[in-house]
C-alpha cells in the first residue's frame, strides 16, 4: 500500500491509519466506535462492559469538562446580624 502523509499528521497517525487498514482487509466495515457502540447496545452484554464502552465512545465525541478555579474579592459589608432569643415567658414579663 502506498501512503501519502500530508505535513500536519504525526508518525503516530500515520502508524493508526496503517493498522486501521490492516485490519480493514479482513473487516471491510470496521471501526473502532462502531464496534463499540454495538457491544454497548448488545442485550446479552453485561452493564458494567456495556458502560465502559459508553465511557470510551464519550471521550471521542463529546467535550471533557474540567474544574476551573474562580478567585474573587467582595468589597461588601454584610455588617454583624445579632439575634435574642425571647422565651414565652420573659415575652410576657418584659
Not at 11 to 25: A, F, G, H, M, T
Not at 29 to 43: G, K, T
Not at 64 to 93: H, N, W
Request: proline share 4%; aromatic share 6%.
Amino acid at each position: 500500500m502506498l501512503y501519502i502523509v500530508p505535513m500536519s499528521e504525526s508518525k503516530n497517525e500515520v502508524q493508526s491509519k496503517k493498522i486501521l487498514d490492516l485490519i480493514r482487509v479482513k473487516y471491510p466495515n470496521y471501526h473502532p466506535l462502531l464496534s463499540l457502540a454495538e457491544i454497548a447496545h448488545d442485550n446479552d452484554a453485561n452493564l458494567k462492559l456495556k458502560a465502559e464502552c459508553h465511557t470510551t465512545i464519550a471521550r471521542y465525541t463529546e467535550s471533557q469538562l474540567k474544574s476551573m478555579e474562580v478567585k474573587a474579592e467582595v468589597d461588601v459589608d454584610f455588617g454583624v446580624l445579632s439575634v435574642r432569643v425571647i422565651s414565652p415567658d420573659s415575652a410576657a414579663t418584659g
